[in-house]
């Protein structure tokens, strides 16, 4: 695993080799930055404030229900799942980012696990049953502990699992 660097984004402050233009790459695969939520898009994705602007953040390895694609129905548990993560990083709220192996999506997305007071937000999603593991190398360092999470979910009923028929 590659030595990780942590790199506070504070306030206007500058964070080099991040670039906020969609697509663009950032500085290196596991850097972790310190920044706070502007808003939350659903319950596995949101944005934060970096230099030049507002970037928004996919969580790596877990997949909520829908609730905002505009081609598809709102799915079971989505608004719940949804729910949660808007009540946990309200607009604010300091997170930490460690980004994935691979740093964007194809939707310019930055991948990230992101920590909330040193938890992974992505194990409390799982562990509640609010979210189903999504393990997409090269980002699956954790994929084992987010399918154990959700696997005990599943085996308890807990969220989606004891609501949705077919998931």
């Keep these: 695993m590659a030595a990780l660097t942590l790199l506070l984004v504070r306030g206007g402050g500058c964070a080099p080799g991040i670039a906020t233009d969609r697509g663009a790459s ?25 230099p030049g602007g507002e970037e ?6 877990v997949d909520t229900p829908e609730t905002v694609d505009p081609d598809k129905p ?13 009540g946990l ?3 604010g709220t300091p997170v930490e ?8 999506d194809r939707y310019g997305r930055l991948l990230a696990y992101v920590r909330l007071d040193g938890r992974l937000v992505e194990a409390m999603l799982a562990r509640r049953g609010l979210a189903r593991p999504l393990t997409i190398a090269p980002n699956d360092a954790l994929a084992p502990l987010f399918e154990r999470l959700a696997a005990r979910a ?6 989606m699992w004891g609501a949705c028929s077919g998931i």
């Design 26 to 50: 950032v500085a290196s695969p596991g850097q972790k930055i310190a920044t706070s939520v502007t808003r939350v898009a659903d319950g596995d994705s949101f944005y934060v404030g970096l």
């Design 56 to 61: 928004e953040v996919r969580m790596i390895g």
């Design 74 to 86: 709102v799915q079971c548990f989505g608004p719940e799942a949804s729910a949660f993560t808007h």
């Design 89 to 91: 990083l309200a607009p």
């Design 97 to 104: 980012l460690e980004l994935g192996a691979e740093t964007r």
């Design 154 to 159: 599943a085996g308890a009923g807990r969220g």
